[in-house]
Antibody
Framework: QDQLVQSGAEVKKPGASVRVSCKAS????????ITWVRQAPGQGLEWMAW????????KVAQKFQGRVTVTTDTSTSTAYMELRGLRSDDTAIYYC???????????????????WGRGTTVTVS | QSVLTQPPSASGTPGQRVTISCSGS????????VNWYQQLPGTAPKLLIY???QWSSGVPDRFSGSKSGTSASLAISGLQSEDEADYYC???????????FGTGTKVTVL
């Protein structure tokens, strides 16, 4: 079945960087985008970034610009998210998700995530 | 602070109907399609409804989505104990050029 398997939990010091991986299987990796979402303890969901494995195009939320880099390795069907300059408020569960996105000629944007990884806990302390 | 506002909580007894609202603006709900995600305790989010009112694979038709203007809603009919979860609306925001999630609603089955 289609699935995303994420790397294991990380503990980092403030100021360090973390790279989370997300390996896809069961589907054609380049046919869908990969979105990264995080959730701080007891908080809601926060969209971080998107990448198209087919084109390499990326979008990063304004809040994370300059600190987040998303990449893919199509030879291994793996996506990566690197977050630099870690702070205590970056402590969260980081999820990757497969997404479908397209825009109609009218401008209406369809974008949703239908397969999610189990999440990677990143603790900054 | 999210641009999509949801009530923090909703509740009902088994079998009842519960509705969750999601209020946005012309740059998000008013322009693009809305999705709903369910997050059971301790698990990853799961896509419930996409493109305003389409069921994701395997989602029972007790769940339904709708959109009108700059607001959307998720209805759960025939509430069951396994529906206890957090529910998030989400949509692309043209002004922010980002995907935004609602504040989330915790559904409790009494």
């Amino acid at each position: 079945q289609d699935q995303l398997v994420q790397s294991g939990a990380e503990v980092k010091k403030p100021g360090a960087s973390v790279r989370v991986s997300c390996k896809a299987s069961g589907y054609t990796f380049t046919s869908y985008g990969i979105t990264w979402v995080r959730q701080a303890p007891g908080q809601g969901l926060e969209w971080m970034a998107w990448i198209s494995p087919y084109t390499g195009n990326t979008k990063v939320a304004q809040k994370f610009q300059g600190r987040v880099t998303v990449t893919t390795d199509t030879s291994t069907s793996t996506a990566y998210m690197e977050l630099r300059g870690l702070r205590s408020d970056d402590t969260a569960i980081y999820y990757c998700a497969r997404d479908t996105s397209y825009q109609l000629l009218s401008g209406t944007y369809f974008y949703y995530m239908d397969v999610w990884g189990r999440g990677t806990t990143v603790t900054v302390s | 602070q999210s641009v999509l506002t949801q009530p923090p909580s909703a509740s009902g007894t088994p079998g009842q109907r519960v509705t969750i609202s999601c209020s946005g603006s012309s740059s998000n709900i008013g322009s693009n399609t809305v999705n709903w995600y369910q997050q059971l305790p301790g698990t990853a989010p799961k896509l419930l409804i996409y493109s305003n009112n389409q069921w994701s694979s395997g989602v029972p038709d007790r769940f339904s989505g709708s959109k009108s203007g700059t607001s959307a809603s998720l209805a759960i009919s025939g509430l069951q104990s396994e529906d206890e979860a957090d529910y998030y609306c989400a949509v692309w925001d043209d002004r922010l050029n980002e995907y935004v999630f609602g504040t989330g609603t915790k559904v409790t089955v009494l």
